[in-house]
C-alpha cells in the first residue's frame, strides 16, 4: 500500500487553468450584475 | 509515477500523521481536516440526512397543523416561518449536498482519479455548510421568528422582517461559495483528471450530468448571490431595487429569482437522473439504451432551462407574447425529458430484471417522477396555470419531481453504493419494507394535493375552508407515514456501517463502471495508486 497516484504535473497545470476560467467565470457574472445594478 | 512536488508534500502544518498514507487518522481531527473525498462525501452525505430529518419535522409540524381546519397547534406567522425554513433546508441543506456527497465519493473513482483536483477547497466547500445551517435554524430564535417570505424570498415582506432575514441572507451567501467551489473542483476533476483511455464519451453517465450540473451552478450561483445582494441593499442601505415605495419593482426581484431558480431545479434533478441512468442498466443487466442521446438530452434540458423562468411568474402581469413564449419554451423542456424516460424504459426492455431495493428505488423514481412531470406540463399551460398558481397543485408538483424524484433516486443510490462503501450488504428485507412504506407513505400525502389545488386550496396558509378536510387528513397521515419510515432507513444504513454479510466487490453483476470492476469493497481510504487503464 504506498500513496495514491498522483496527478501530473501537466494535469495540475491544466487543473489550475481551468479553475481560474470557472472562478473569472463567476465572478465576472457577479460583477456585470451588480456593476450594472448599481450604477446609475 | 515521477511528479515534481505535490502541494501535498509541502504544506505548513505537518502533523505526524499526515502522512501516514495507510489509512485515516483518528478522532475528530480525521474529519475536521480531511481532504480524503471519500471522507468529505461521507460527511456531505450525513450533512444531508440531519438536515432532511431536520427539515421533515417542520414538514410533519406543518402537517399536523394542516389536520383540520382552524388553528390548532402554531401561529400563523410561525407556521409561515415553517414553510419557509423547511423550503430553504431542504432545497440548499438535504437535496444539493445529497448529491455533492455522491459526486465526492463517485466522480474520482469513476473517472479513475486517485481524488479531487483540489482537495483542501473541497475541506472548506464542505465545513461552510455548517455555518450556513446554524444561521438558517438559528434564525428561528430572533426576535420577530425565522424569514416568513416562503423559500422564494419575495419583497416587499423580505424587505419587511427582522435580523432573521439577514442571517438567511448570509445562509445564501454562504451556500452559494460551498456550491461553486463544490462545482468548481467537479469540473476541473472531471475535465483533467481521468485515467488514460477514459474518453468523455465513455464516462458514466453519473459523471457526465454532475459535469453538466455544476456548470449550470456556476451560471446561476452568482445570480443568486446578486439578488439577495439587493434585497440586503433595500434593507439596509437605502436602494428601492425591489420597494415599490422608493420606486423599485417587486417582479424585478422574481425575474432574477428564478432565472437562478428554474435552473436550479434541474441542478436538483439532472444528478438524481446520472443515479437511476447507472442502477437501470445495473439491474436490467443491460447496457443503458441510447448513451449518446442520455448526454445530449441532458445537456439540452440544461440549456433549455435558462429560457423558462417565465412560467414561475404567469400571474404578474407579462406580456402575452412574453407568456406565451414561456409557455411553449417550458413544454420544449418535455422533449428531452421524454427521451430520458423513453431510454430508461428501453434499457429495461426484454433485461433480465430483478428489482433489488435500488431497483425498486429507481423504478420508483421513474413512475413517480414522471407524473410530476405531466403535472409540470398542465402547469406550463398559461391559462390553467392562472387558476393553479399558488394553489396546493403546485405543491404536489413539485414533492412529485423532488421527493419521489430527487430523493428517491438518493435513496437508491445509498442502497446501490453502500456495499461499495462499506463492504457489507444491507438488510435486503429492511429496505423493500423501507421502499414499501416510502412508496405508499408518499403517495398518501402528495397524491391528494393534486384534487386539494384542482379544487382551490391555496398553499402556504395554516387554515382552509371546511370542505378541504378529508384529503387533508389523508394527506397528513400519508406524510406521517413517509416521515417515520425514514428512521427504518436511518437503522439500515446505520447497521450496514457496523456490519452485515460481506459484499463482494462486483456487488451487482450488471454495474459495469470502474468503482465496481477495478476496486474492492468496501473501497481503501485511497483508490488508484497506479492510473487504471481503460480500455
Ligand atoms: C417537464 C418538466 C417540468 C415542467 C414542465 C415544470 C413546470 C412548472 C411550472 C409551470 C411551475 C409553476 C407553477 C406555479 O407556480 O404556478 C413549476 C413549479 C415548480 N417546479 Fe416544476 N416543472 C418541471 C419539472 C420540475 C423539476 C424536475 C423540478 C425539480 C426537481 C421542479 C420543481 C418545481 C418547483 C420547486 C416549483 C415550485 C416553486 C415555488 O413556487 O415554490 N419542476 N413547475
Ligand atoms: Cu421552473
Known sequence: MAEPHKPTPQQRRNALLSAAVLAAMVLGIYAVFMLKVFSA | ?535
Open chain 2, 1 to 535: 509515477m515521477s511528479t515534481a512536488t505535490h502541494a501535498h508534500d509541502t504544506h505548513g502544518h505537518d502533523h505526524a500523521h499526515a502522512h501516514d498514507h495507510h489509512g485515516p487518522p483518528a478522532g475528530f481531527s480525521r474529519w475536521m481536516y480531511t481532504t480524503n473525498h471519500k471522507d468529505i462525501g461521507t460527511m456531505y452525505l450525513w450533512f444531508s440526512f440531519a438536515m432532511f430529518l431536520m427539515g421533515g419535522s417542520m414538514a410533519l409540524l406543518i402537517r399536523a397543523e394542516l389536520f383540520q381546519p382552524g388553528l390548532q397547534l402554531v401561529e400563523p406567522q410561525f407556521f409561515n416561518s415553517l414553510t419557509t425554513v423547511h423550503g430553504l433546508v431542504m432545497v440548499f441543506g438535504a437535496i444539493m449536498p445529497a448529491f455533492v456527497g455522491f459526486a465526492n465519493w463517485l466522480v474520482p473513482m469513476q473517472i479513475g482519479a486517485a481524488d479531487m483536483a483540489f482537495p483542501r477547497m473541497n475541506n472548506w466547500s464542505f465545513w461552510l455548510l455548517i455555518p450556513a445551517a446554524l444561521l438558517l435554524v438559528g434564525s428561528f430564535f430572533v426576535p420577530g421568528g425565522a424569514a416568513a417570505s416562503g423559500w422564494t424570498l419575495y419583497p416587499p415582506l423580505i424587505i419587511q422582517q427582522g435580523m432573521s432575514i439577514d442571517m438567511t441572507i448570509l445562509a445564501v451567501h454562504i451556500l452559494g461559495a460551498s456550491s461553486i467551489m463544490g462545482s468548481i473542483n467537479i469540473i476541473t476533476t472531471i475535465l483533467n483528471l481521468r485515467a488514460p483511455g477514459m474518453t468523455l464519451m465513455k464516462m458514466p453517465l453519473f459523471v457526465w450530468t454532475w459535469l453538466i450540473t455544476a456548470y449550470l451552478l456556476i451560471a446561476v450561483m452568482p445570480v443568486l448571490a446578486g439578488a439577495v445582494t439587493m434585497l440586503l441593499t433595500d434593507r439596509h442601505f437605502g436602494t428601492s431595487f425591489f420597494n415599490a415605495a422608493g420606486g423599485g419593482d417587486p417582479t424585478m426581484f422574481m425575474h432574477i429569482f428564478w432565472f437562478f431558480g428554474h435552473p436550479e431545479v434541474y441542478i436538483m434533478i439532472l444528478p438524481a437522473f446520472g443515479i437511476v441512468s447507472q442502477i437501470i442498466p445495473a439491474f436490467a443487466r443491460k447496457p443503458l439504451f441510447g448513451y449518446a442521446s442520455m448526454v445530449y438530452a441532458t445537456s439540452s434540458i440544461a440549456i433549455l432551462s435558462f429560457i423558462v423562468w417565465g412560467h414561475h411568474m404567469f400571474t404578474v402581469g407579462m406580456p402575452a407574447a412574453g407568456n406565451l413564449f414561456f409557455m411553449y419554451a417550458t413544454m420544449l423542456i418535455a422533449v428531452p425529458t421524454g427521451v430520458k424516460i423513453f431510454n430508461w424504459i428501453a434499457t429495461m426492455w426484454k433485461g433480465s430484471m430483478t428489482f433489488e431495493t435500488p431497483m425498486l428505488f429507481a423504478v420508483g423514481f421513474l413512475c413517480l417522477f414522471t407524473i410530476g412531470g405531466f403535472s409540470g406540463l398542465v402547469l406550463a399551460i398559461t391559462p390553467v396555470d392562472i387558476t393553479l398558481h399558488n394553489t396546493y397543485y403546485v405543491v404536489a408538483h413539485f414533492h412529485y419531481v423532488l421527493v419521489s424524484g430527487a430523493l428517491f433516486a438518493i435513496m437508491a443510490g445509498i442502497y446501490f453504493w453502500l456495499p461499495k462503501w462499506t463492504g457489507h450488504m444491507y438488510s435486503e428485507g429492511l429496505g423493500k419494507l423501507h421502499f414499501w412504506l416510502s412508496m405508499i407513505g408518499f403517495n398518501v400525502a402528495f397524491f391528494p394535493q393534486h384534487f386539494l389545488g384542482l379544487a382551490g386550496m391555496p398553499r402556504r396558509i395554516p387554515d382552509y375552508a371546511l370542505q378541504f378536510t378529508e384529503w387533508n387528513q389523508i394527506s397528513t397521515v400519508g406524510a406521517f407515514i413517509f416521515g417515520f419510515s425514514q428512521l427504518l432507513f436511518l437503522y439500515i444504513v446505520i447497521s450496514t456501517i457496523r456490519g452485515g454479510a460481506k459484499a463482494p466487490d462486483r456487488t451487482w453483476e450488471g454495474a459495469d463502471s470502474l468503482e465496481w470492476t477495478h476496486l474492492p469493497s468496501p473501497v481503501p481510504y485511497h483508490t488508484f495508486e497506479t492510473a487504471p487503464v481503460v480500455k
